[in-house]
């Protein structure tokens, strides 16, 4: 993901940015915590002035590099080029690589744009986006539009160009056999799970739902099956393919809420958003559209409101309704202003800020004497068991945490079906155990040999001798480290916002896309991120500073 | 008594030891006196298994010890009875003065806090260092630390004490206490109200051997070649 905003941020222009400088300080939020993880003590130092390199060389890009102008219907018809931007994590059928033609992009909306850009004159040309962050992305000027399941809601009416409708869904829910659910009003109360910043996603806040929010579709039809949640709320076209075929779920028959995707478009670009609401007239009226949904076997009743868009009912205008007649609940955003964070949203904040410390807190409650563990067999057990330590090490250190989040989460749920918060600890803590392996053997082997020589000559057994004598000594060398792992471990637990924890992270994205504003949550999580690990670096010195005098 | 039979030790395929005999009486001092590199060192680490050997065999404090890999039991029990002192001290740097010295009999011996550190208290106040008990190590002078060592090597009531080089790695302004606390042990080991102690004394200082001990070896080329008495002045 950092590799992804550094990409972005080369893309960023003063120029053409009024809130240019308070983009900037959002993205520096975002390297300051550009993580370093040092398994060596004479490696930390070293890490630590590369870390300080690239936030140097990353603001200066940020700050030199001009972007190409925002790219408007001139634009566009000069570059030959229509960009549109979509998630290939939406998957089958909206826009996903053939599994025949590897590299080769399928789906029912790669069909529409590129019809699209043929009535435009132009090409299509797909720009993969975290689903999540496509708008965004298009305000930065990364594409030129979203095309990717886009629903239409007020709030994002009154912040982009939205294109007239190509596809009417419904909202379907999932659930196991013999449950109650039915409607939107049974919900509330419930752990109901869904994507991140859908219309589902607000109905379900709307109807006072305990709402788990997953970033894949199939993942939360997988936790249902596995008992984690108690329903799915998702466009039907989701729900009939990775949903309602699972034999442990059944789907309901009726449409809970319809809504439509749109195509979105800057603001700022009446005439490109113009004539993509003709291009897309005409191939409804020429029965283009039609043919490409059925080609997709995505045609269906529903579709019949395509050509009377002024008749759709948007399930979003719905979600907004009984959002604005509850009280106490925020309403989806709405307005065109960007707006103030309430107490609420800070109240979420300091609960994501506390479980990033508890979880990290936990794990590394886990990693630490597990790594201990590992690296006394590594430096003392006999060849099998140092084989299987190291092998530990050399797997979970060889392979992304991230990876192991989902395989401990998703991958096991068939053999132990372990809670999100549960996986998110183990996951990290059996990570950050080989790191601290790594530290504690580097610690041990730093001891000198005649502690060893000394205590065993005393008639300590070797057990004696690591417990008593090289242990505790082993430890305060590694202390620095350790505290310096820790740190990272705090930054590392974002990732797992990916198996449904809502950490500080994640509750800064939320937050940001409901208020429009990037700046003031991304401010508000580097705060809390630094005010957690600033004390710890602190210690780290002062430990350093008291055992390297010994 | 210590007995050293045939005693045959080689390091990668270089002979230190070539079939050493000797054996030294219960409440004698024998210093080992001889250029660096004589092999006297790894005598001393063969005797509490520090080392392990290739040939021969070795009685010490009751027991004997075999070529070869030591097993743990005989090795915890032969060190029950052998102290050693090394050159570098080796003081545990993560534990006082005190808990240096009650550490062994505490968690070796299963002796009681109290007792334990009582007995170190009059370990510490014949080493004269009484009054830094609670000190750090890294507080201490190289001086004060081998004498911290030597209470330390004699707090589980050792038969015998291995001192390997015990003044060699302190400046020569520091060399002086401890050779004042060795002469201390040394007429303690020939005291002949208390329990007999053996001294194995590895050193380079002629003046120091020949001052302690009943017995001067020489060795050279893996041998001792020549066991004499001490002039005394």
């Known amino acids: 993901m950092t590799q992804a905003s550094a990409a972005n941020a080369a893309n960023t222009d003063g120029a053409t940015e009024p809130n240019f400088v308070a983009r900037t300080g959002a993205r520096l939020a975002w390297y300051a915590a550009l993580r370093v993880r040092a398994w060596t003590l004479s490696r930390l130092a070293r890490l630590a002035r590369l870390a300080r390199l690239a936030r140097l060389v990353v603001v200066a890009i940020v700050l030199l590099v001009p972007r190409a102008a925002h790219a408007d219907w001139a634009e566009v018809r000069a570059h030959g080029e229509l960009g549109w931007g979509g998630d290939l994590q939406g998957g089958e059928p909206y826009v996903y690589e053939s599994p025949t033609q590897p590299g080769v992009l399928v789906g029912f909306e790669v069909d529409i744009a590129q019809a699209l850009a043929r009535e435009l004159g132009v090409r299509a040309k797909f720009h993969q986006n975290d689903w999540s962050n496509l708008i965004p992305s298009l305000e930065r000027g990364d594409f030129d539009v979203i095309l990717n399941g886009l629903e239409d809601t007020p709030a994002r009416r009154s912040r982009l160009r939205l294109s007239r409708p190509y596809f009417v869904y419904g909202e379907t829910l999932a659930v196991r056999p013999g449950s109650a659910l039915r409607a939107l009003a049974d919900l509330g109360g419930h752990r109901i799970g869904t994507l991140n910043q859908t219309v589902a996603q607000e109905l379900l806040s709307a109807h006072h739902a305990e709402v788990v929010l997953y970033e894949g579709q199939q993942e939360p039809y997988l936790d249902l099956a596995h008992g984690r949640i108690e329903g799915v709320l998702l466009d039907h076209v989701i729900a009939a393919r990775y949903g309602c075929p699972l034999p442990e779920l059944r789907c309901l028959s009726k449409d809970l809420a319809r809504g439509t995707y749109v195509v979105a478009i800057r603001p700022t670009e009446a005439e490109l958003a113009t004539r993509v609401d003709a291009a897309l007239s005409h191939l409804i009226q020429s029965g283009e559209l039609r043919a490409i949904l059925e080609h997709w076997k995505l045609w269906d009743s529903r579709q019949d409101e395509l050509s009377a868009r002024d008749t759709v009912a948007t399930a979003a205008a719905q979600a907004a309704s009984v959002a604005s007649a509850s009280s106490g609940v925020a309403a989806p955003a709405a307005g065109i202003a960007k707006r103030a964070l309430s107490g609420a949203q800070l109240a979420l904040f300091f609960q994501g800020a506390l479980l990033t410390i508890f979880i990290s807190v936990c794990a590394f409650g886990l990693a630490l004497p597990l790594g201990i563990a590992l690296a006394v067999v590594r430096s003392h057990a006999g060849p099998v068991a140092r084989f299987f330590a190291t092998a530990y090490v050399e797997v979970f250190r060889g392979t992304p945490v991230l990876l192991q989040l989902y395989v401990l989460y998703y991958g096991l749920s068939s053999v132990v079906r372990l809670g999100p918060i549960v996986a998110a600890v183990l996951g990290l803590g059996l990570n950050y155990a080989a790191y601290e392996a790594e530290v504690h053997r580097g610690a041990l082997n730093a001891l000198p040999r005649g502690q060893a020589e000394a205590a065993g000559s005393l008639g300590l057994s070797r057990v004696q001798v690591l417990w008593h004598v090289l242990l505790p000594q082993s430890v305060r060398i590694a202390l620095p480290a350790l505290t310096n792992d820790f740190v990272a471990l705090l930054k590392d637990s974002s990732l797992v916002s990916v198996i449904t924890v809502v950490e500080l992270t994640k509750r800064m994205t939320i937050v940001a896309v409901e208020a429009r504003d990037w700046v003031v949550p991304g401010l508000l999580c580097a705060s809390l991120y630094f005010a957690m690990s600033f004390p710890l670096s602190r210690l780290s010195l002062w430990l350093e500073r008291r055992y390297q005098s010994t | ?233």
């Open chain 2, 1 to 233: 008594m210590i007995r050293i039979s045939g005693l045959h030790k080689a390091f990668s395929g270089t002979a230190v030891l070539g079939g050493v005999d000797a054996s030294v009486e219960d409440g004698k001092i024998v210093a080992l006196l001889g250029a660096s590199g004589s092999g006297k060192s790894t005598l001393l680490r063969c005797l509490n298994g520090l080392e392990t050997f290739d040939r021969g065999s070795v009685e010490i404090g009751g027991f004997s010890l075999q070529p070869g890999s030591h097993d743990p039991g005989v090795l915890q029990a032969v060190r029950g009875q052998v102290g050693m002192v090394f050159q570098e001290f080796h003081l545990f740097s993560h534990l006082t003065v005190l808990d240096n010295v009650t550490l062994a009999p505490r968690i070796v011996r299963g002796t009681g806090r109290a007792k334990a550190e009582a007995h170190a208290h009059e370990l510490l106040s014949q080493v004269g260092l009484a009054e830094r008990a609670h000190a750090m190590p890294r507080q201490l002078s190289g001086g004060q630390k081998q004498r911290v060592a030597i209470a330390r090597a004699l707090a589980q009531g050792v038969r015998v004490l291995l001192l390997d080089e015990p003044t060699s790695a302190l400046d020569p302004e520091l060399r002086e206490e401890v050779r004042e606390v060795l002469r201390r042990v040394a007429r303690g080991a020939h005291d002949p109200s208390g329990a007999a102690l053996t001294i194995l004394l590895v050193t380079h200082e002629h003046a120091l051997a020949h001052e302690l001990a009943d017995e001067i070896w020489t060795p050279a080329a893996g041998q001792i070649v020549s066991k004499s008495e001490p002039k005394k002045h």
